[in-house]
T-cell receptor, first 115, second 115 residues
Framework: DAGVIQSPRHEVTEMGQEVTLRCKPISGHDYLFWYRQTMMRGLELLIYFNNNVPIDDSGMPEDRFSAKMPNASFSTLKIQPSEPRDSAVYFC?????????????FGPGTRLTVL | AQKITQTQPGMFVQEKEAVTLDCTYD???????LFWYKQPSSGEMIFLIYQGSYDQQNATEGRYSLNFQKARKSANLVISASQLGDSAMYFCAMRERYNTDKLIFGTGTRLQVFP
């Protein structure tokens, strides 16, 4: 299995621009998670989906952030407009059904820099 | 209140020695799971080991073991026979069954293994 795939791996953009991060979960996984990691705040859960449906988006910082999962094999996290404080590493993770020892498998992350 | 507390921002250990990374947690849910992840300098998050709240025995995975003390609400990671490649950030995380499938992460401990 290829694991969780994220693109791009690195993104540098200017303040005010739209940024779209992409994720392909592991085939067969029911859950997809978006995290943000910064030095100041550590690893934060932004939103997660179950069977393509958003379950909890309470971690999404503000309306500038949106996430979609149009099908079981693809999800996007969009920031519009981007701001310098959005600079972080964004991880996508996926897992099987809830409960038990089903760990989350993380993608390699997208390092976003907003100038 | 912090759900997951890792009090050691940094640890040093000599190669081939054992090291313990501390993790305490706070939950009122009788059913929960505890996870440890490793994040090397390359950035990816790697799952190491899992402990369920009802598991009778401490979890072990190769050189990793989890010292689970339920009454103290601690889930310390023990790495035996440290290797240079163990140098990384280590994150403790918890999932509470009543709180759906969220993983709550600690702030991490940076481990440095020296020759």
């Amino acid at each position: 299995d290829a694991g969780v795939i994220q693109s791009p791996r690195h993104e540098v953009t200017e303040m005010g621009q739209e940024v779209t991060l992409r994720c392909k979960p592991i085939s067969g996984h029911d859950y997809l998670f978006w995290y943000r990691q910064t030095m100041m705040r550590g690893l934060e859960l932004l939103i997660y989906f179950n069977n393509n449906v958003p379950i909890d988006d309470s971690g999404m910082p503000e309306d500038r952030f949106s996430a979609k999962m149009p099908n079981a094999s693809f999800s996007t996290l969009k920031i519009q407009p981007s701001e310098p404080r959005d600079s972080a590493v964004y991880f996508c993770a996926s897992s099987w059904d809830r409960g038990g020892n089903n760990e989350q498998f993380f993608g390699p992350g997208t390092r976003l820099t907003v100038l | 209140a912090q759900k997951i507390t890792q009090t050691q921002p940094g640890m040093f250990v000599q190669e081939k020695e054992a090291v313990t990374l501390d993790c305490t947690y706070d939950t009122s849910d009788p059913s929960y799971g505890l996870f440890w992840y490793k994040q090397p300098s390359s950035g990816e998050m790697i799952f190491l080991i899992y402990q369920g709240s009802y598991d009778q025995q401490n979890a072990t995975e190769g050189r990793y073991s989890l010292n689970f003390q339920k009454a103290r609400k601690s889930a310390n990671l023990v790495i035996s026979a440290s290797q240079l490649g163990d140098s990384a950030m280590y994150f403790c995380a918890m999932r509470e069954r009543y709180n759906t499938d969220k993983l709550i992460f600690g702030t991490g401990t940076r481990l440095q293994v020296f020759p």
